[in-house]
């Protein structure tokens, strides 16, 4: 697995595919559904879901929260955009099209609301994180997350028959302790911590990582999945690790060397490629879901973009930064397929979504993420 996290960009950039890309076909082609070299092994499982953990916290973490906070309207919006046109429409064509039952339907259409900051990596390397475009991205990946996991719970719930008043206080409890911990709690006993160990640097990082699990576990008991409460741990030490420090380039290196590239190949790894030849239903019930995943998203993108008067780059890496589908995506539909609400005709599905949304996802952030560069760095030479 080392080697093909060490030879795939280099082998993918003579051919232009970005290295994210290269690391999601690696998956494919080496994984169980193919070449059978890479196998998912409970320790390759734990990397790659610490790398799940690690995209989000990394986003929380290297926010500007300046930028953030002036930007919070905007996230909000997007964050409500981005949920509901997926998911009105998505439901629509799973009703009238697809002929699934009220829940079911309910649950695939949710899959479309979510989006994972899988091209989070591109927007790093450029260094356009402090864009107002990728600060409502990030905004707007918390605010349609929490609300479509929030959901998923309603949903196993109600087909569970266990929903009831209860539920509804319990989560909305749960979250706010959450919440609470995270964003105050944290910070003040981080700042405690790292001024008694001021010189001791490996536990300066473990303890970041530590953090990290613990808010993902803490998460998990509040009822929503890890990625949640890892955003919420990277928020929480955003203004205690200095953004140009030690601690943050030892965080920035370890997660883009080692944890991000395994859940990028772990990705790869669910797809089968034989989904491609094996009947033409499946094929194109997976090309309509693709279709609608992509098509509400860029809805969603463009008309932030348009109301705020973004640049065509801008809204195109707002648009990049959310329509991969991967981590929520896979939660939703491994507890449909749990509760029997979608059978594995759905899940190969999703698994081709989440594969085209990834590439066009990296594709279209590398190259609005370039000319957003680009376009910063003209004032500067000038100057």
């Not at 629509?92 to 899988?118: D, E, G, Q």
């Not at 998990?220 to 205690?240: D, H, K, M, T, Y």
């Amino acid at each position: 697995t080392l080697l093909v996290i060490l030879l795939s960009p280099l082998l993918y950039r003579k051919f232009k595919i970005p290295g994210v890309i290269g690391l999601i076909i690696s998956g494919i082609f080496m994984g169980p559904h193919a070449l059978k070299i890479i196998s998912n092994t409970s320790s390759f499982d734990f990397f790659s879901k610490t790398g799940m953990l690690y995209i989000m916290f990394l986003a929380g973490l290297e926010i500007d929260m300046q930028e953030f906070s002036k930007n919070k309207n905007k996230s909000l919006v997007f964050g409500v955009l981005t949920f509901l046109i997926p998911i009105l429409i998505g439901f629509a064509v799973c009703v009238y099209y697809f002929n699934l039952s009220f829940w079911s339907a309910l649950l695939l259409a949710s899959m479309f609301s979510t989006h994972t900051l899988i091209s989070y990596p591109i927007v790093s390397q450029m260094g356009i994180t402090k864009n107002k475009a990728v600060q409502v991205a990030f905004g707007g990946t918390i605010i349609t997350d929490s609300a479509v996991l929030i959901l998923l719970g309603i949903i196993a719930n109600a087909v569970k028959g266990d929903l009831n008043p209860f539920f509804f206080f319990k989560t909305f409890g749960s979250i706010c302790i959450l919440f609470f911990i995270t964003t105050y709690v944290i910070p003040k006993f981080s700042r405690w911590f790292f001024k008694v160990l001021d010189n001791n640097a490996g536990s300066h990082y473990i303890y970041v990582l530590t953090l990290v699990f613990i808010s993902g576990f803490l998460s998990e008991q509040a009822g929503v999945e890890p990625i949640i409460g890892a955003f919420l741990a990277g928020l929480g030490l955003n203004r205690v690790i200095p953004h140009n420090g030690i601690l943050m380039n030892r965080i920035l290196f370890v997660g883009n060397t080692l944890f991000i590239p395994f859940f990028l190949i772990s990705a790869g790894m669910l797809v089968d490629p034989s989904l491609f030849v094996n009947g033409i239903n499946a094929l194109v019930f997976a090309l309509v879901l693709s279709l609608v995943g992509l098509l509400t998203k860029y809805w969603a993108s463009y008309i932030t973009g348009w109301i705020y008067k973004y640049s065509k780059h801008e809204t195109r890496v707002l648009f990049g930064l959310s329509v991969s589908h991967a981590a929520a995506t896979l939660a939703i539909i491994k507890v449909g397929y749990d509760l029997k609400l979608l059978d594995m005709q759905v899940v190969n599905g999703t698994v081709l979504l989440i594969l085209i949304s990834c590439l066009i996802s990296s594709f279209v952030t590398e190259r609005a993420a370039r000319n957003i560069a680009l376009a910063q760095s003209i004032p500067t030479e000038i100057k």
